[in-house]
């Protein structure tokens, strides 16, 4: 007798193949069958005729650590069909630190992704084992895998100051990368514009990437520029992908900036090219024009030496080279009317929505000072959206089928009173979004739509018991209706659920049904090629 049968649903099975009408029968969290017709037994039949059953969708690139731990449900991703998270990326992590850093790298952590993290304490998660076994404690909806974030690792050997790291620093920064990736990390990844992962040169990521090689394991980069220097970001790290071996995954391919816009053909031939040579790189999108993170990426890396209380106190009395900086960053991503305050935590809501240039206005002071004051009214915490990237290199990029999609967002829980902000739309819609880009510019067929959410993925992370409609698989499966799913996200009214998708399944379980939550927790922590 079969726990579950999912009836008369069109598999899009995650392979590219042609889709097929069939049942799976779902049997202790696995695929146990895929049948025509199914004339047996189970406890349960659902009717998903005329849907979609695919793989759940792997969501390579967020930002979630502390998802599996909070006290509220964390259901944004849910709601999208996602059933696995890869966190710890642009270079911060919730781990690794010791007790004598933890404070330090906890605040850098809450202070860099600005996720609400409710009565969370992170007190004695040193690494990967503290992780699992708290969230196991604790009990989670989907699976989460962890990435080492760089600048948590420097800041947690040697602090969050701006120098190269000694010769015992460098070793105990192989040291401790080590120990995470044999407790199972897939990784690990860079933030090349947040400080201190900005302090490095390439030396030092050579080192460690050579450790990641030995391990198999994936470097993650969200590059030194992605704007006027995107290209020579992009050569510094086939440079170090040459000297080290490694697997690159370049985080969040775009070209930002008018300057840039209409090169997208140009970007993806240079990786195309390090392919060539035998390097081993892979990419991931996601479906928007604008871009998101903290207003304190507008900053000078200097202006980070010494961690977030050292860069408090710089900008309550800017310099005026700090001023300058700010300008010129700014201008990079588009000028003061590109960019919009999304959250300040409960300091100035009033901001909230506006661009900088509305609020410079309001103020009558220049653009530069604004965002500074800005950001210090509010204690360094403000969350911004950027709208600097052009839709049609986007959507020339959304066609490599190597380019997996990542949302570059976080779990967040819809409820209000939790989530205070309108974080980016990417948290709350897309995977829906991109079905939808691709149904309404007519991209890719469907199949190759949901390969680059699920088997793309699944092989670059070397997940092999998932990302496919497969027997012997894990039963993690989405259920969407691909005529009418998109995503009802917007930036100034982000916490809305997306349409379409009816059912996700972890394990074989319900997390979502008719599209409710229903509170099921059967999520893991994954390590590479299996689980804690």
């Given amino acids: 007798m079969y726990d579950l049968v999912l ?14 009408v069939a049942d799976v029968c779902i049997k202790d969290g696995k ?13 349960e039949m659902v009717d998903v005729s005329g849907k979609i059953v695919s793989p759940g969708f792997i969501d390579i690139h967020s930002h979630s650590d502390a998802c ?4 509220f449900a964390p259901d944004g991703k849910m709601y999208q069909g996602v059933t696995t998270e890869i966190a710890g990326n642009c270079g911060t992590s919730i781990l690794p630190n010791d007790p004598d850093n933890q404070a330090a790298c906890q605040q850098y952590f809450v202070s860099e992704t600005q996720m609400p993290i409710g009565t969370l304490s992170l007190n004695g998660i040193h690494g990967m084992k503290e992780y699992a076994r708290r969230a196991e404690e604790n009990g989670f909806p989907i699976h989460y895998g962890m990435l080492v974030g760089h600048g948590t690792l420097r800041g947690a050997v040697m602090g969050f100051v701006d120098r190269d790291p000694d010769e015992d620093e460098m070793e105990q920064l192989k040291a401790v ?10 990784g690990m990844s860079l933030g090349l514009i947040y400080p201190p992962s900005a302090f490095c040169k390439p030396e030092e990521l050579v080192e460690l990437a050579k450790v990641l090689k030995k391990y198999d394991a994936i470097l993650a980069v969200h590059m030194r520029n992605e704007g006027p220097r995107v290209f020579q970001a992009v050569e510094e790290m086939i440079d170090i992908t040459r000297r080290s071996g490694v697997h690159l995954q370049i985080s969040h391919l775009k070209l930002m900036g008018k300057p840039q816009w209409g090169r997208a053909q140009e970007l993806l031939d240079l990786i195309e090219s390090a392919r060539r040579e035998g390097l081993t790189i892979t990419c991931d999108q996601y479906p928007y024009t604008a871009t998101s993170t903290s207003l304190t990426a507008l900053l000078p890396h200097w202006a980070h030496d010494g961690g977030v209380p050292a860069m408090l106190e710089r900008i309550k009395n800017p310099s005026p080279e700090m001023k300058q900086a700010v300008a010129q960053e700014m201008e990079n991503r ?12 409960g300091y100035h809501p009033e901001w909230e929505g506006k661009r900088i240039a509305q609020i410079s206005a309001e103020l009558n002071m220049p653009p530069a000072d604004t965002a500074i004051y800005v950001l210090n009214a509010c204690g360094g915490k403000v969350s911004g959206i950027y709208f600097t990237i052009n839709e049609e290199d986007m959507l020339h990029i959304m066609r490599d089928m190597r380019i997996a999609v990542g949302s570059d967002g976080y779990g967040f829980s819809y409820d209000r009173s939790i989530t205070r902000n309108n974080p980016h739309p ?4 897309t995977f829906p979004r991109f079905l939808q880009v691709v149904r309404d510019h007519g991209l890719m067929s469907l199949e190759d739509a949901v390969y680059k959410m699920t088997g793309l993925p699944a092989a670059i992370l070397g997940l092999k018991d998932r990302g496919q409609v497969k027997e012997g698989m894990t039963a993690d499966l989405a259920v969407f209706d691909a005529e009418t799913v998109k995503d009802n996200a917007e930036y100034t009214d982000s916490v809305r659920k997306p349409d379409g998708i009816l059912h996700t399944l972890v394990e074989g379980h319900f997390v979502l049904r008719d599209g409710n939550f229903v509170g099921s927790k059967h999520g893991c922590i994954l390590k590479r090629g299996t689980t804690y």
């Fill in 426 to 429: 990417r948290s709350f819609g």
């Fill in 334 to 345: 588009g000028g003061p009317q590109a960019v919009m305050v999304a959250g300040t935590y």
């Fill in 177 to 186: 990368l080590e120990r995470e990736l044999q407790n199972g990390a897939f």
């Fill in 31 to 43: 695929i146990a069958q895929i049948i025509e017709t199914f004339s047996g037994e189970a406890k």
């Fill in 68 to 71: 599996p731990l909070v006290d």
């Fill in 7 to 20: 009836t008369g649903g069109t598999i899009v099975d995650g392979t590219r193949s042609k889709s097929y």
